[in-house]
């Protein structure tokens, strides 16, 4: 629940009401605003009731969020969170932030090339997969910690950000001494042990949509990272699973524009995952742009035929560069 303070209550009124939140076995969250003070009341399971406050002066409103997330929405947190992933801004409203880099880290020559490549072309950020989270057991399954040694000395040596995937818990520690971003797969987007552990450092996580997960899931997965004190969330959404097996996924991106209304979390695209075609990649992503997207991620490669993991979506640098010629002219566009 989210209790509205009257514009004039005074801080007594307010003492009042935070401790009656705390009466209730509640935690109360005082969120000072411009005009107005509200309080979020935390840690209840169910709907809460609304009789101890009923004779509070200085209440102006009491606002049932009865969804299982509350941090994350824009009810609780009306201004945008812009999330900075080592030194670069990603959120609403700002310029769209291109991620780029290979599928997976093969090797140390193939992720310099990568982000010699993605550097020179206009990437913000670098990726690369060290632990893959891979279908079937007998496919590449990543370089592990050798392939994070080299993504981190590839995003050092072209003055790029790093963000790499974690699966397990004992891996956040020593991931998140070297990138400068957290990835969750959406194969572990509830893995609710996971969220809650990435919640307690100070890095942010880039969470992805689950392929079978709800709007709904999507941020209460979201809101077990916040709940944990770190609020440094981008959401990605890369494609679910439909009836439709034409392509790997189905991209909505009506997502993007609904998100925007729901949650102060910035949300980004990455076309690569949801089309598994590199031939559809710059058209969607120019249009992940046009409906709001704070940024798209893609799979890049320098030699995608060879790839180890997911070379039929990855972009080679050339392809890579002509993608992002065509995200600047449709700013000029605009
Ligand atoms: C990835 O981005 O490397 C990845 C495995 O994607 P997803 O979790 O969306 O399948
Ligand atoms: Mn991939």
Redesign the pocket.
């Known amino acids: 629940m989210l209790i509205v303070m009257d514009h004039h209550a005074s801080a007594d009124q307010v003492a009042a009401v935070v401790e009656a939140v705390r009466r209730l076995g509640f935690t109360p969250q005082p969120i000072p605003g411009e005009n107005r003070v509200a309080i979020g009341v935390l840690g209840n399971q169910g709907y809460v009731d609304e009789a101890p406050f009923r004779d509070l002066p200085g209440i102006q409103e009491l606002i049932h969020v009865t969804k299982p997330y509350k941090l994350v929405s824009r009810d609780f947190h009306p201004a945008d969170t812009a999330v900075t992933v080592g030194g670069v801004a990603v959120g609403w409203c700002r310029d769209p932030v291109v991620i780029a880099g290979p599928?997976?880290v093969e090797s140390r020559e193939q992720v310099l090339a990568t982000a010699r490549a993605v550097k020179a072309a206009g990437a913000r950020i670098l990726?690369g997969?060290a632990f893959?989270?891979r279908t079937g057991p007998h496919s590449f399954q990543g370089l592990g910690y050798e392939g994070l040694e080299y993504l981190a000395e590839a995003g050092r040596e072209v003055g790029l950000p790093i963000v790499t995937?974690v699966m397990r818990i004992d891996q956040i520690e020593p991931v998140a001494a070297l990138a400068d971003c957290l990835?969750?797969?959406?194969?572990?987007m509830q893995n609710f042990d996971l969220l809650k552990e990435v919640g307690r450092i100070g890095k942010p996580i880039l969470l992805?949509?689950g392929?079978s997960a709800t709007l709904e899931e999507f941020l209460a997965a979201a809101e077990y990272v916040v709940a944990e004190g770190n609020d440094q969330v981008i959401l990605?959404e890369?494609?679910i699973r439909t009836f439709e097996r034409a392509l790997r996924n189905t991209l909505d991106l009506s997502v993007v524009p609904y998100l925007r209304q729901v949650t102060h979390l910035p949300v980004i695209v990455?076309p690569?995952?949801a089309l598994g075609r590199r031939d559809l990649v710059i058209p969607m992503s120019k249009a992940a742009i046009v409906v709001g997207a704070a940024g798209i991620?893609v799979?890049v490669h320098p030699d995608p035929a060879h790839a180890l993991?997911?070379g039929p979506q990855s972009l080679d640098p050339a392809g890579f560069q002509q993608l992002i010629g065509e995200l600047r002219s449709l700013e000029n566009l605009a």
């Open positions: 599928c997976s990726r997969g893959k989270p995937e990835q969750i797969g959406a194969r572990n992805k949509r392929m990605c890369r494609g990455d690569s995952h991620m799979e993991c997911d």
